[in-house]
């Protein structure tokens, strides 16, 4: 049977340390609310009394009813010419009213001969009587001994005397904490031990911090030692590089380590928390995060693809179905005919190898002239289905005029012209926007809208202009993509050319193209839906 791993979340505390996160009462209200159906077994909420939203929080946060998850006060040990009675700091932990509290204390002579200035007896007695103070009010204790391993390898009797005095004054936790993020897997591993043979009878936590890249592999080394606590954020927010990334951590204890840390079937929801934290935290998540990036199980080789079709574990080390994540096939110039006969496939459109590799290589000069099709799969949908023999596009654009200019001094207004083509028939129209990529887009929806009125439910949501070849000056490739959002799901197209306005029009029309394919029921699009 497996064993059983505590998971300590500080996102909410630790976390809003990141320098530009900032989150109110409600944003971590709501976070709680996710964390607390995620299985989460703590969640750190704040430090009481610190400022008014903390404080406003802890008083909204005890009439919420958690179904699994146990909230947390954090805080410092007493002021060294205080007592507990007439500390403020453990008043305020007190007045929270959490079942558990988690104080900090030094355990590193540095901080005590230099940041407070004490002698090492009495930074021993305030840990103790701080901790005792709280449990005999009835509350749990965790003992975050901060900056352990750099105590530990200053004066590894010291560090150990500092866990001793938290054990007697009733700590349930002994959390060792790489503070300024510094130490290597093996470090910890090996100090990780060393408290696990002081302290046998001892429950041992691990709060690492990435600032040599390391916190979650000096997580996992902890509980390799024996921890069996792990404290860290959601997407690794904290403090200068950053807390131990939960979403890393606990799908490898779980899928790499066999050690359970969460109801059966849980794990599955990971990738929807990590997003749900990023939005919460006005973030965008790392497409490149391990697990929960949209690019975490993204095959771009050929090689890779091929390989795949074949044995779907030969190129992805876990099913992402069991964080939540999918395995997306990417189509570009480093692609072969089997990312096209995939790509096809989840499209529902069928091509044969010899089409394939007709298309990958119109594909491969394509993006030789700019276009980059990985991130605009519906453009990718139009090249396939274009190539059959019969296709006949719903649309075509014959010509077209813009006109920029400013009268006065009123605002510059875009004017544009254009042709289309739709069922023999030759529509004109013009139509006006605050610039010429808007103006086009107005004159070829009022073109289509006798013929296609569903058009009208597509929207833009996403321009995103990139220059390729500064040096060529305005003679530059300009790459365009747009994101549309419609019935069927969000998607994008990509246009590329010297002339933006010709490539923003090439991204358009496939954008209206490819809605009208999908309306149709000519394509099977569940896997060209961008994520946030």
Request: proline share 4%; hydrophobic share 40%.
């Amino acid at each position: 049977m497996a064993s059983e791993v505590e998971i300590y979340d500080t996102t909410l505390r630790d976390g809003t340390q990141s320098e530009g996160l900032s989150l109110s009462a409600g944003d971590k209200l709501r976070l709680i609310r996710a964390l607390d159906d995620f299985g989460i077994d703590y969640i750190e909420a704040g430090f009481p009394g610190s400022n008014p939203k903390d404080v406003e929080l802890f008083a909204r946060v005890s009439q919420l009813s958690l179904s699994h998850a146990k909230i947390v006060a954090f805080g410092a040990t007493r002021h060294p010419e205080r007592t507990p009675e007439s500390d403020s700091g453990l008043a305020a932990l007190l007045a929270a009213e959490t079942e558990v509290c988690t104080l900090f204390g030094k355990s590193w002579r540095l901080h005590v001969d230099d940041v407070l200035r004490i002698s090492e007896d009495d930074n021993l007695r305030l840990i103790e009587d701080s901790l005792a103070y709280l449990a005999r009010h009835g509350r749990r204790v965790f003992f975050d001994a901060e900056h352990f391993f750099d105590g530990f390898t200053a004066e590894p009797e010291f560090a150990l005397r500092v866990l001793g005095a938290a054990l007697s004054g009733g700590a349930s936790r002994l959390v060792l904490c790489d503070t300024n993020g510094g130490k290597l897997p093996w470090e910890v591993h090996e100090i990780v031990c060393a408290v696990r043979d002081r302290f046998p009878q001892a429950v041992i936590g691990i709060h690492a911090h990435n600032d040599t890249e390391c916190a979650v592999a000096n997580s996992l080394a902890a509980v390799q030692a024996g921890a069996r606590q792990v404290q860290g954020t959601i997407n690794g927010f904290g403090e200068r590089c950053g807390n131990g990334n939960l979403c890393s951590i606990l799908p490898s204890l779980e899928l790499k380590l066999d050690l359970r840390c969460l109801q059966s079937g849980k794990l599955s929801q990971l990738r929807e928390l990590a997003r749900l934290a990023s939005e919460v935290c006005n973030t965008k998540l790392n497409p490149h995060a391990a697990y929960v990036g949209r690019s975490a199980f993204a095959h771009k080789g050929g090689v890779h693809v091929s390989a795949m079709r074949r044995s779907i574990d030969s190129y992805q080390h876990v099913d992402p179905a069991r964080v939540g994540n999918v395995s997306r096939v990417l189509v570009s110039e480093l692609s072969g005919r089997s990312n096209l006969v995939t790509k096809a496939e989840e499209f529902g459109l069928k091509t044969n190898a010899a089409e394939a590799a007709v298309i990958v290589n119109q594909i491969k000069l394509y993006e030789s002239q700019g276009f980059a099709f990985e991130a605009a799969e519906a453009s990718v949908a139009l090249l396939i289905k274009r190539a059959e023999p019969t296709y006949a596009p719903p649309f075509n654009l014959t010509d077209f005029q813009v006109t920029v200019g400013k009268r006065g001094a009123a605002e510059p207004f875009s004017e544009a012209t254009v042709r289309v083509q739709v069922d023999g028939d030759t529509v004109h129209t013009a139509g006006s926007g605050n610039g010429p990529v808007s103006a086009l887009d107005q004159a070829l929806r009022k073109a289509l809208a006798v013929r296609y009125p569903q058009l009208s439910a597509v929207t833009l949501s996403g321009y995103k202009v990139r220059i390729l070849n500064e040096d060529a000056a305005t003679g530059a490739i300009t790459r365009v993509l747009i994101t549309h959002d419609g019935p069927g799901g969000t998607f994008s197209t990509v246009g590329a050319s010297t002339n933006i306005i010709a490539a923003s029009l090439l991204a358009l029309i496939d954008g209206l193209e490819f809605a009208l394919l999908n309306e149709s029921g000519s394509l099977q699009t569940d896997s060209p839906r961008q994520d946030p």
